[in-house]
T-cell receptor
C-alpha cells in the first residue's frame, strides 16, 4: 500500500516538446505529492508539489495534474530543453516520503 | 530555498572501519531529518527518520546498530556506518524539514565506497 508506481522508466523528447511522466499510488492517506529532479551525483531538488484538494498546479514550464479518484498524478514539462535532461522522481507523503522508481529524461537538441 | 549540506561529499574507507556523515540545515531549524540510501540508477530508499533530541525511527530491514543516527541539534544530524563492508557502498542522502512544514529539502549526498 505504500508503493508509488512511476512510468515510463525512460523518456526521450525533442527540444521544445512536452515531457509527460506518470505516477500512481494506492494509499489514500497520502496528502502531499512532490516531484523531484536529480542530476547525476547530486541530491534531489524539489520541482513542484501538489495536495489532493487541487487538480492542477503550474509553475513556469512545469505542471502537475492530479486525479484523486484514479489515484494518479503526472508531471508535464512544456517546451522541454536539453538542460532538463535528468532523472525525475515522483513521491507521495503521509509524514514521510515514498518515492517512485524514477524516469530518466533525455531531451535531444 | 532552504539549504542542506552534507559532509563529506565522497569517502573511501577500508572494510571494518566506521564512517560518519554529517547533515546540516544551513538556514533553517530542522526539527525532522531523514536519511536515504540510493543505489546506482535506483530510487531513494528511506532508512530512518530522526527528530531533534529523540531516538531515530528506522525503516523495516535497516539495522539500527549498523547505521547509527544522532540528531543532537536543530541543525545537525549524523549517520555513522559502523564496521563498514563493501555491500554498504552506496550514495547516502539526507533531507530536512522545518517544524510542521511539509516541504523536504535534500542534501547533495555522500558517496561511500568501502574497499
Amino acid at each position: 500500500q505504500q508503493q508509488v508506481k512511476q512510468s515510463p522508466q525512460s523518456l526521450i523528447v525533442q527540444k521544445g516538446g512536452i515531457s509527460i511522466i506518470n505516477c500512481a499510488y494506492e494509499n489514500t492517506a497520502f496528502d502531499y505529492f512532490p516531484w523531484y529532479q536529480q542530476f547525476p551525483g547530486k541530491g534531489p531538488a524539489l520541482l513542484i508539489a501538489i495536495r489532493p484538494d487541487v487538480s492542477e498546479k503550474k509553475e513556469g514550464r512545469f505542471t502537475i495534474s492530479f486525479n484523486k479518484s484514479a489515484k494518479q498524478f503526472s508531471l508535464h514539462i512544456m517546451d522541454s530543453q536539453p538542460g532538463d535532461s535528468a532523472t525525475y522522481f515522483c513521491a507521495a507523503s503521509y509524514g514521510k516520503l515514498t518515492f517512485g522508481q524514477g524516469t530518466i529524461l533525455t531531451v535531444h537538441p | 530555498g532552504a539549504v542542506v549540506s552534507q559532509h563529506p561529499s565522497r569517502v573511501i574507507c577500508k572494510s571494518g572501519t566506521s564512517v560518519k556523515i554529517e547533515c546540516r540545515s544551513l538556514d533553517f531549524q530542522a526539527t525532522t531529518m531523514f536519511w536515504y540510501r540510493q543505489f546506482p540508477k535506483k530510487s531513494l530508499m528511506l532508512m530512518a527518520t530522526s527528530n531533534e533530541g529523540s531516538k531515530a525511527t528506522y525503516e523495516q530491514g535497516v539495522e539500527k546498530d549498523k547505521f547509527l543516527i544522532n540528531h543532537a541539534s536543530l541543525t545537525l544530524s549524523t549517520l555513522t556506518v559502523t564496521s563498514a563492508h563493501p555491500e554498504d557502498s552506496s550514495f547516502y542522502i539526507c533531507s530536512a524539514r522545518e517544524g510542521t512544514r511539509t516541504k523536504e529539502f535534500f542534501g547533495p549526498g555522500t558517496r561511500l565506497t568501502v574497499l
